[in-house]
């Protein structure tokens, strides 16, 4: 259309469509923006730079309706929130057909133990000395979790301070407990620690349980720069005759990272998100 010899005062753009999977039965969002021309700007491209907008609009609304739906329905699924878009979690991801040979409880219980190792670790190498979790606010609902719980599990029975006593010399903390959101993948997770391994700069991870899965460090790993190896630390109970096991070494980051790849492509066909 040929606009030389018309005063455009404003463009109206709209955009509606049906979201078959959310938590309501065909979700039928619409959207519409008016828009005044400044500037002499096109018309053509002023309404195709608003048909994006809206169109992003739009998938926002079905990353949500599909999101908010997974998580009435599965609650072992968790989500990290960024800019209005929910991201799976590379747990969510890698453990999505794990079978549980423990109870939800149980479960729990492993989660509350793992998250006192992981603070009395964190200040150690923060600080130089171990706290003490039943004189720790924060960690207050974890002790109770152990002390009622039918394990009768203890931190005590972990590993980590041995483990610490040999091999934290060779560990140079950089950063504890950030969050990573991969946008190109959409997937997010939480790492434990960033820095250098034996000079290596690594992302590490401390593992009071039995998982040795790189392929959740190597999903973190891509998100931060210059990472140069996967560090695993197992600190859980042991009966090694050193009283520790020794660090979980791998830099194979991109072919971990492959297989983690898979994963979140099969979580992608079965959830569509």
Not at 21 to 46: A, F, H, K, W
Not at 143 to 163: F, P, Y
Not at 236 to 244: A, F, H, L, V
Request: glycine share 6%; hydrophobic share 35%.
């Amino acid at each position: 259309m040929n606009t030389k010899n018309m005063k455009i005062k404003e463009i109206s753009v709209g955009l509606s469509g049906v979201i078959p999977q959310g938590p309501y039965e065909n979700l039928r969002p619409s959207y519409s923006m008016t828009v005044e021309p400044i500037n002499g700007e096109s018309p053509d491209v002023i309404f195709h730079e608003c048909e994006n907008y809206l169109h992003r609009m739009f998938d926002m609304e079905a990353n949500r309706a599909k999101s908010d739906l997974i998580e009435k329905q599965y609650a072992s699924i968790r989500f990290y929130e960024k800019d209005g878009i929910k991201y799976p979690s590379v747990t969510s991801i890698l453990d999505l057909d794990k079978t549980w040979s423990v109870t939800e409880d149980e479960l729990k219980q492993y989660a509350a133990r793992g998250t006192i190792v992981h603070a009395m670790i964190e200040t150690y190498l923060e600080t130089g000395e171990w706290l003490n979790p039943q004189t720790t606010d924060y960690l207050r609902e974890e002790v109770a979790i152990l002390a009622g719980g039918s394990l009768q599990m203890t931190w005590n029975d972990c590993s980590h301070v041995e483990s610490m006593k040999q091999f934290s010399k060779k560990i140079k903390s950089e950063k504890f407990e950030q969050p990573v959101f991969n946008e190109q993948n959409l997937y997010a997770g939480t790492y434990d620690l960033v820095g250098d391994y034996d000079n290596i700069r690594s992302l590490m991870d401390f593992k009071s349980g039995s998982s040795r899965d790189m392929r959740q460090l190597a999903a973190y790993a891509v998100c931060e720069k210059d990472i140069k190896q996967l560090v695993i630390f197992p600190v859980g109970p042991t009966d090694n005759k050193s009283g520790c096991m020794r660090p979980v070494v791998c830099d194979t980051i991109q072919a971990e990272f492959k297989e983690f790849l898979k994963a979140r492509a099969k979580f992608k066909s079965r959830f569509g998100i």
